[in-house]
């Protein structure tokens, strides 16, 4: 009798602690494993690499052979065909398609975009800059070329309401007479730029999907904890 009272009083608390506990664990629960919306679009925009160009300089006081920079975004087509413009572009093309793809697998709807376009929806915003350290320990702009800089390029990626994007990803030094040419000494804003990879310039194309793969990874982590905020 005695343990059947026993038993009975302990049902008795167990319910009671079910009838005051559920309601804000239910609701921590709830809010914990809530997913994210896959109704907004991420616009994957192209990622900013520098390329030299092997186009002579014919101008008063030109050298022929000089490499120059061949516009804001270096583009071209191609790889492996010992143009660097080419060989940026590929890696450019690559990355972006890349990143679309791995989205739209994870089940999201998701296009590439001009750098800058105005014509972005609600949704998320994606977008990069390949950068590499030069001798004296400045941050650059990485530049894909015969010889140029480091081995290695380090990518900053962020992810933001596309409709109130954050800031740049960076600035140009003040105190550098690079301006907007190829490899331009640049600061990195601490606030907007991000998750960083790291890829060889002569990467495979596996490689750039891979990292393609890493970044996509990184973003839908992001936009799952809701540090974008395009919900």
Same mark, same amino acid.
């Given at each position: 009798m005695? =343990?059947l009272?026993s038993? &009975?009083?302990?049902? &008795?608390? @167990?319910l009671?602690? %079910?009838l005051?506990l ?5 609701? !921590?629960a ?5 997913? #994210? /919306?896959k109704t907004?679009?991420i616009?994957v925009? /192209? @990622?900013e690499l ?5 186009? #002579?300089?014919e101008g008063?006081g030109?050298?022929s052979?000089?490499l120059?920079?061949?516009g804001?975004l =270096?583009r ?5 065909t010992?143009?660097?413009?080419q060989q940026?572009?590929?890696i450019?093309?690559? %990355?972006?398609d890349?990143?679309? !793809?791995? *989205?739209q697998?994870?089940g999201? $709807?998701a296009?590439?975009?001009?750098p800058?376009s105005e !014509?972005i929806? &609600?949704g998320y915003?994606v ?13 650059? =702009?990485?530049?894909? +070329? *015969?010889?140029?800089?480091q081995?290695? %390029? ?5 992810v933001s309401?596309a409709?109130h ?7 140009? /030094? ?10 331009a000494? $640049?600061?990195?804003n601490?606030?907007a730029?991000?998750?960083? *990879?790291? %890829?060889e310039k002569?990467?495979?194309d596996?490689?750039?999907?891979k990292t393609?793969?890493?970044? !996509?990874d990184?973003?839908i982590?992001k936009?799952?904890? +809701?540090?974008a905020?395009?919900?």
């Amino acid at each position: 009798m005695k =343990r059947l009272r026993s038993s &009975a009083s302990v049902l &008795a608390i @167990f319910l009671a602690a %079910m009838l005051v506990l559920p309601v804000p664990a239910l609701l !921590s629960a709830q809010k914990s494993s809530k997913t #994210p /919306d896959k109704t907004k679009t991420i616009y994957v925009a /192209d @990622f900013e690499l520098d390329a030299q160009n092997v186009t #002579p300089d014919e101008g008063p006081g030109g050298r022929s052979g000089v490499l120059h920079g061949n516009g804001p975004l =270096r583009r071209a087509t191609g790889h492996g065909t010992g143009d660097p413009a080419q060989q940026a572009q590929h890696i450019v093309n690559l %990355m972006s398609d890349s990143l679309v !793809s791995d *989205f739209q697998k994870a089940g999201y $709807i998701a296009q590439r975009v001009a750098p800058g376009s105005e !014509s972005i929806g &609600a949704g998320y915003l994606v977008k990069g800059v390949f950068t590499e350290v030069d001798q004296g320990n400045r941050v650059r =702009r990485a530049v894909i +070329g *015969f010889g140029a800089g480091q081995v290695n %390029m380090q990518l900053y990626v962020n992810v933001s309401d596309a409709a109130h994007p954050q800031e740049n990803l960076y600035t140009l /030094d003040k105190d550098d007479t690079s301006g907007e040419k190829p490899g331009a000494v $640049i600061t990195m804003n601490p606030i907007a730029a991000g998750a960083k *990879f790291v %890829m060889e310039k002569n990467a495979s194309d596996k490689v750039v999907k891979k990292t393609a793969k890493e970044i !996509s990874d990184e973003v839908i982590k992001k936009i799952s904890a +809701g540090v974008a905020a395009g919900k």
